[in-house]
Structures are given as structure tokens and as C-alpha cells.
């Protein structure tokens, strides 16, 4: 979808959140997370050519679990950032700071076997 199509559906959508706010209140998080997930979508259908391509390019040039990683860490890091998004448009300021510091931990977690690796190749060089 064209850039100034999404733009123009932000503002009708934060119009809708107005006019709801003050006739049907209770619309609002619905309207909200709606929004929310039909510009996600829109994001995916853009990010998933560039994925194919970019996933392409690293079995090709270098290690294939190092790229796969990094495809990883950048789903966690994606998803659990939209999560906490949804969180905060929802009034719920805590729960998306304790996912975000799960998110932090799965990508801390995921990069250990990174980590070992350079500090082998340290190990290598220094001996």
C-alpha cells in the first residue's frame, strides 16, 4: 500500500478515535488495536520480499546459523515490540516494560551461542 494511502487511513483512523471517544468510549481499544494490526500487515507484505532476498543472500555469503540468528533476533525484537505497542495504546504501561525486558532476555538468550563463537575465535587467535 502507498505511503500516503496508510497516511491517509492514520488520520481517518485517529478521526474514528475521536468521534468514539465521546459517543462510544468502549470502541476505542477495539478501533485502536484494529488499526494497529491492519498497519502491521501492511508492513509484513512490504518486509517479506526484502526478507526472502536478505535470507538468500545469507546462505549464500556467510554462515548460515549466524544469519539465521540474526533473522531471529529481529522477529523477537519485532514482534515483542508491537506486543508492548498494543500494551500502551491499551493503558497498560507495566506490562509492556515486563515484556519488553522478556523480549531483551530471549534475544540475550539467543545470541549465546554468537557469543561463544567469538570468544573461541579469540581463544584461537590469542594461543
Known amino acids: 500500500m502507498a505511503p500516503f494511502?496508510?497516511?491517509a487511513l492514520a488520520i481517518l483512523v485517529g478521526i474514528l478515535l475521536k468521534i468514539s471517544e465521546e459517543l462510544f468510549p468502549k470502541f476505542k481499544p477495539l478501533?485502536?488495536?484494529s488499526a494497529g494490526i491492519f498497519f502491521f500487515l501492511c508492513f509484513l507484505g512490504k518486509l517479506i520480499p526484502i526478507w526472502e532476498k536478505l535470507a538468500v543472500l545469507g546462505e549464500t555469503s556467510f554462515g548460515n546459523q549466524l544469519f539465521s540468528l540474526l533473522f531471529k533476533g529481529f522477529g523477537i525484537a519485532l514482534l515483542i515490540s508491537l506486543s508492548a505497542s498494543f500494551?500502551?495504546?491499551l493503558g497498560e504501561e507495566k506490562l509492556a516494560e515486563k515484556l519488553e525486558l522478556c523480549g531483551k532476555g530471549a534475544i540475550l538468550y539467543l545470541s549465546l551461542p554468537v557469543l561463544e563463537q567469538v570468544l573461541n575465535r579469540i581463544g584461537e587467535i590469542v594461543d
Request: glycine residues 0%; charged residues 20%; proline residues 0%.
Open 31 to 33: 478501533i485502536l488495536s
Open 87 to 89: 500494551c500502551r495504546d
Open 5 to 7: 494511502t496508510l497516511c
